[in-house]
């Protein structure tokens, strides 16, 4: 499998930590967001995925975009370990936690986004993170245990846990989110989530590595 993703991209992070965990190896080609205009408005790359953005992934034949697309493929393609869970009823929580997250807060927040915003972009960013966080928070009170949907870690982590990177890359206050707090610190236990780290990548600049 072939991984064109950029170190700070949250989408990209999800996909590696899904990668790692299900100890799959893989070509990284990094593709930055912001070097040269943006090399993902490349010809090259449009060819690749027409939206023009990370994550894509070569992989069996095929390419495919969109992370939880991927992570999808991946769960049928390569089973262990579980990413949702076999009981419907959390298997529903799980993507409806990770459908929150994908879906309600980071695309308001991403980089085309804030470009638009002007000098707006930060207080942008965090109300629009500090308004899916107060949902989030609620909702992860009924179904967390260790980890967002109880004690495994599912594709809803392997959202939370970019979330929650983004949401201190901008300076959001974290304390009203105790339960989204604890459950981060957790995944940043694992060895899958410090791999796949943004301060870990072949592309993570020298001032920001681990």
């Known amino acids: ?12 992070w999800r996909v ?5 965990l299900k100890g799959i190896p893989y070509d990284l080609v990094p593709v930055n967001l912001i070097k040269d205009g943006g090399q993902q ?19 069996d034949g095929i390419t495919l975009s969109q992370s939880l697309a991927i992570i999808n493929y991946l769960e049928e393609t390569y089973p262990n370990p579980r990413l949702l869970p076999q009981d419907p009823k959390k298997r529903a929580q799980v993507r409806m936690i990770a459908d929150h997250i994908v879906s309600g807060i980071q695309p308001l927040q991403n980089l085309s986004v ?55 890359r901008f300076k959001v206050d974290m ?25 870990r990548q072949p592309d993570t600049p020298a001032e920001l590595r681990a």
């Not at 499998?1 to 990209?12: A, D, H």
């Open 1 to 12: 499998p072939i991984l064109y993703s950029y170190f700070r991209s949250s989408c990209s």
């Open 16 to 20: 590696r930590i899904a990668l790692a």
């Open 41 to 59: 408005f490349s010809a090259e790359f449009k060819a690749l995925n027409p939206m023009q953005q990370v994550p894509a992934l070569k992989i």
């Open 114 to 168: 804030l470009k638009q915003m002007g000098e707006k972009k930060m207080e942008w960013a965090q109300n629009c993170i500090a308004s899916g966080f107060q949902a989030l928070e609620q909702i992860l009170q009924h179904t967390a245990g260790r980890y967002c949907v109880g004690d495994e870690v599912s594709m809803a982590d392997l959202c939370l846990a970019p979330q929650v990177a983004n949401a201190e």
């Open 175 to 199: 304390g009203p989110y105790p339960t989204i707090t604890r459950i981060n610190k957790a995944l940043l236990e694992l060895e899958a989530f410090k791999i796949s780290h943004p301060s």
